[in-house]
């Protein structure tokens, strides 16, 4: 029982690891040396990661994923390319796979790009109004698509639980410390 326990551990230490890579890895393409750096530092010590590092919990990588669909909203509003929208779908996908609860944070960044795209700000005032409509309504689309086909191959395309009582009757993931 301890052998899985410290196996969960180090998998929470690992997105840890992620995590401090991935905002040190974005913060340095967009901002100075020290600035990159002390984000780094920042996200390295802070107390609620670090304590949640140590925990058999789904929140790390929920964590990780927010991160990554954040930054790739913001780099889909500065430029909107479909690498950077395939970016965001995985990111987003990941996510919601990890936890369900990442579907309203899922729902929010479409939410944003989708009005950026209406509206014409960032990077989409270079575009015409029906390519920004067309390229958001692909993006939600291949987010929809993307996030139905991971969740049903997570549960092997079987009993994938589309009622909610189905999803409440299912088997719960169990926090342990």
Known sequence: MDAWRTVARRTSMAWMIALVLICGWWTRRRFPRMAALAATGFVAINPTLLAHARLCTTDLPLTVGAT??????IELLRRPRA????????????????????????????????????????GFAALSKGRRLRFVSLLILGGVVATILAINALYRFQDTGWTVRALLDGPQPHNCL
Not at 68 to 73: C, S
Not at 83 to 112: E, N, Q, Y
């Open 83 to 122: 690498r950077a929208a395939i970016s965001m779908i995985a990111a987003t996908v990941l996510m919601i796979c990890v936890k369900h609860s990442g579907i309203p944070l899922a729902v929010l960044a479409m939410l944003g790009v989708a009005m950026a795209a209406a509206f014409g700000v960032g």
């Open 68 to 73: 990554l669909t954040v930054i790739g909203m």
